[in-house]
């Protein structure tokens, strides 16, 4: 199996460059391994056996008509990956819809094949409300945390337009929910 981990395009070549791990049985992947490769002008493999059965390298394109059209569209190639011989599972990252279409268009013209899996839409999450993320940020910016103080509650709670016991309230709540995200994501 071929996963790309990593795909940087080279716009001035209208090419690519991705970083490969392929995975297989040990004979297999000793084989590919044994040393760099060029197919028919379209690509350049560079690949070292890393363990048993894995492989990782790079691979630069230039003749792949769907990498060429996403590198030359406003989208990011997230990953992509080998289904089979002839079908390859990419996950792309555009700005908006249109572009979205505009790729779609794109591949329909020439006569590729396309199976759209999923459309996700990306949203921001945040663990904090907007109130409490503007209230934090007045206070960061007051300089409430520095030490010594550089603005007092009453400063805090004129600028974001709540009563001083709100303000504290606001952000203790915020102080917590951030240091309880922070120590549940450390190891």
Do not use: W
Not at 102 to 110: E, N, Q, R
């Amino acid at each position: 199996m071929v996963r790309i981990l990593h795909c940087r395009p080279i716009l001035e070549q209208c090419s690519s460059l991705e970083l490969v791990e392929i995975s297989g049985d040990d004979d297999s992947i000793e084989k590919i391994t044994s040393g760099s490769t060029a197919i028919a002008g379209a690509c350049k493999i560079d690949l070292v056996r890393v363990s048993r059965g894995r492989a990782l390298g790079f691979v630069s394109t230039n003749k792949c008509i769907a990498c060429r059209t996403f590198l030359e569209s406003d989208c990011f190639i997230k990953s992509a990956r080998s289904i089979s011989e002839d079908i390859i599972e990419y996950v792309i990252i555009t700005p908006g819809f249109d572009e979205f279409k505009d790729i779609l268009k794109k591949i329909a013209a020439m006569n590729l094949e396309l199976d759209v899996k999923k459309i996700a839409e990306i949203r921001r999450t945040s663990i904090l409300t907007p109130k409490q993320e503007r209230v934090l940020r007045v206070a960061l910016e007051a300089g409430y945390f520095d030490y010594p103080r550089k603005a007092r509650l009453s400063k805090l709670a004129e600028t974001a337009g709540v009563s001083k016991p709100s303000v504290l309230e606001i952000l203790r709540r915020a102080e917590r929910k951030a240091l309880e995200a922070f120590v549940a994501g450390l190891p």
